[in-house]
């Protein structure tokens, strides 16, 4: 499965972003999906999650009642809708595939390139 993170920006505090992440080359709806982020000198973090049929969520205590995650099987995307953005949500989002809605990032076999989001203050 090849997948490619986009919808990244610069945004100013209070703001909103979608990040979308679009899949390739396998079967989109057999897998969870998962987003992470890394901001410079920090390790890579779990945001968000979502099962492989969308009935499951999971945010990580940070962003939750901010961010929604959810997902169109039928276009092969995942979806981030980001809300109430502040300078700490700056860093490279990633989006990664993997069979369950977990927070470690060692579970998810393929992941993205990343896109940039920053927030200005």
């Known amino acids: 499965v090849q997948l490619q993170a986009s919808g990244g920006g610069l945004v100013q505090s209070g703001g909103s972003l979608t990040l979308s992440c679009t899949a390739s080359g396998g079967t989109f709806s057999d897998y969870a999906v998962g987003w992470f982020r890394q901001a410079p000198g920090k390790e890579r973090e779990f945001v968000a999650a979502i099962s492989w049929n969308p009935g499951m969520t999971r945010y990580s205590d940070s962003v939750e009642g901010r961010f929604a995650v959810s997902r169109d099987n039928g276009k092969n995307t995942g979806y981030l809708q980001m809300n109430s953005l502040a300078p700490e949500d700056t860093a490279v989002y990633y989006c990664?595939?993997?069979?369950?809605?977990?927070?470690?990032?060692?579970?998810?076999?393929?992941w993205g390139q990343g896109t940039l989001v920053t927030v200005s203050s």
């Open positions: 990664a595939a993997g069979p369950v809605i977990v927070p470690s990032p060692d579970v998810y076999a393929w």
